[in-house]
Nanobody, 124 residues
Framework: QVQLVESGGGLVQAGGSLRLSCAASGRTSNNFAMAWFRQAPGKEREFVVCIAWSDGRTYYADSVKGRFTISRDNGKNTLYLQMNNLKPEDTAIYYC?????????????????WGQGTQVTVSS
C-alpha cells in the first residue's frame, strides 16, 4: 500500500503563490507516476499536472501552464506543486495521486492511490 498526505493549502489573494506538498510513504518505488488533480465545488475532478518520478517527464493542463510547476524530492519521497499568479478559478480541493507505472497521463481513473486533499482558496 501507498499513503499520500497533502499539505500546504490555504487562503491567498489573487496573484499570490502557494506551494503544495504530497508526502508518499509505504511501498513506494522509483517507478511511480504521480499527479495533481483538483475539484471545485459542484464540478468534476480536473487534471492539473502529472510527472514520471524516475525521469521527471511532465505534462500540464493548459489552464495552469506557465503558472504552476511540479517537482519532486527523491530523498524525501515528496511531490510538490508550486502555484504562482493564482486566480479565483484555481479555488478547489487539490489532490495528489499516484500509480505504479513509469508514467500516467491526465485520466484520474488510471491512478490507484489518492491523498485526502488540501483546500486552496483564492480571493479576488
Amino acid at each position: 500500500q501507498v499513503q499520500l498526505v497533502e499539505s500546504g493549502g490555504g487562503l491567498v489573494q489573487a496573484g499570490g503563490s502557494l506551494r503544495l506538498s504530497c508526502a508518499a510513504s509505504g511501498r513506494t518505488s522509483n517507478n511511480f507516476a504521480m499527479a495533481w488533480f483538483r475539484q471545485a465545488p459542484g464540478k468534476e475532478r480536473e487534471f492539473v499536472v502529472c510527472i514520471a518520478w524516475s525521469d521527471g517527464r511532465t505534462y500540464y493542463a493548459d489552464s495552469v501552464k506557465g503558472r504552476f510547476t511540479i517537482s519532486r524530492d527523491n530523498g524525501k519521497n515528496t511531490l510538490y506543486l508550486q502555484m504562482n499568479n493564482l486566480k479565483p478559478e484555481d479555488t478547489a480541493i487539490y489532490y495528489c495521486a499516484a500509480d505504479r507505472a513509469y508514467y500516467r497521463g491526465p485520466r484520474a481513473d488510471e491512478y490507484d492511490y489518492w491523498g485526502q486533499g488540501t483546500q486552496v482558496t483564492v480571493s479576488s
